[in-house]
């Protein structure tokens, strides 16, 4: 039987082909939702329960967010932002890259614009990894996670990012990461991550261009939808199903964008595994790193 919701089902499971993860609801659009998502409503084809819809939708990063109503009452107040100022102009001193990166992320944490985006207790996430790294690894913008230490890929996300870089012989500590945004996008949902609007990582991307400029990496590799918009900016096919895998450039550097590795945990097919391995694959044969047979097989059907 058809409902009202089949169409936000297909367009649910559009975004999810397309390698969209998250998927951020207003208020006001849940409370449309509401009245036809409740066990009471007619029977809904396909069926989907409105709690687990509701949990889908919102809970980011966190593939076993709480129901709703298993939730504590949210402690940490939401900020109250201004409108975001033009993007900042940066150019780096002179120096070694070290103190130009220790002096960049001094202009990120002092920025006003920044610091009054964090919840109390959240952290700017600037980036870390080797200064002289050939790999950039580049997300969309830091998670409840991530915010809460500082540091970018944290939690089941961060711990399968890791698992991936030894598969390829790397450390974190070989490799530079860091995310279009620099702070934990906010919203008032007590749960659940948002992706950064266009403007956020456009503000951002000045101290995102800095980072290459210091780190002169020879590969930079997209991890997640936001990131194709946020490095090529809006446009027809700038989404992952279209342009993963694909050579692009950033700044005179080569691009690959591939799935967020908390896609990965959702998707946990040995298909999608493949497919984010290639990437990998092609990012270690762009920057010279030896690939065995063994790694050539990775995730491919016996
Ligand atoms: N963690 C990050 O730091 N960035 C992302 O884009 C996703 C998870």
């Known amino acids: 039987m058809s409902t009202d919701l089949d169409p936000i ?38 069926p989907v329960p409105a709690i687990d819809l509701q949990a889908a939708m919102n809970s980011g990063h966190k593939p076993n967010a709480p129901a709703p109503e298993e939730l504590a009452p949210r402690k940490k107040a939401v900020p109250t932002t201004t409108p975001l100022p033009n993007a900042a102009t940066v150019e780096l001193p002179e120096g070694n890259a070290a103190t130009q990166m220790q002096w960049l992320q001094q202009q990120v944490e002092n920025s006003p614009a920044c610091k009054e985006r964090l919840r109390p207790g959240e952290k700017i996430v600037f980036g870390e990894g080797a200064l002289t790294a050939d790999i950039f690894y580049c997300g969309e913008a830091p998670g409840e996670e991530e915010a809460a230490v500082g540091s970018p890929f944290q939690g089941k996300s961060g711990e399968l990012l890791t698992k991936i870089l030894s598969a390829m012989g790397l450390s974190r500590e070989a490799v530079y990461m860091t995310n279009i945004l620099k702070w934990r996008p906010e919203h008032d949902k007590p749960y659940g991550n948002r992706p950064p609007t266009q403007d956020e990582m456009e503000f951002c991307l000045p101290y995102l261009k800095a980072q290459l400029e210091i780190v002169q990496p020879k590969v930079i590799i997209g991890l997640g939808n936001a990131t194709v918009l946020g490095l090529l900016g809006a ?42 391995w290639e990437d990998m694959l092609k990012a270690m044969d762009k920057v010279g790193l030896p690939i065995s047979e063994k790694q050539q097989r990775f995730f491919q059907p016996k």
């Open 9 to 46: 089902y297909e367009e649910l499971k559009r975004l999810q082909l397309e390698g969209m993860d998250r998927v951020f609801i207003e208020d006001s659009t849940m409370a449309l939702l509401a009245p036809i998502a409740t066990p009471a409503a007619q029977p809904i084809a396909p």
């Open 235 to 276: 446009g027809p096919n700038r989404k992952m199903a279209a342009i993963r895998g694909t050579w692009q450039t950033f700044e005179k550097i080569p691009l690959v964008f591939t799935f967020q590795p908390s896609y990965l945990l959702f998707n946990d097919t040995m298909k999608t595994k493949r497919m984010a």
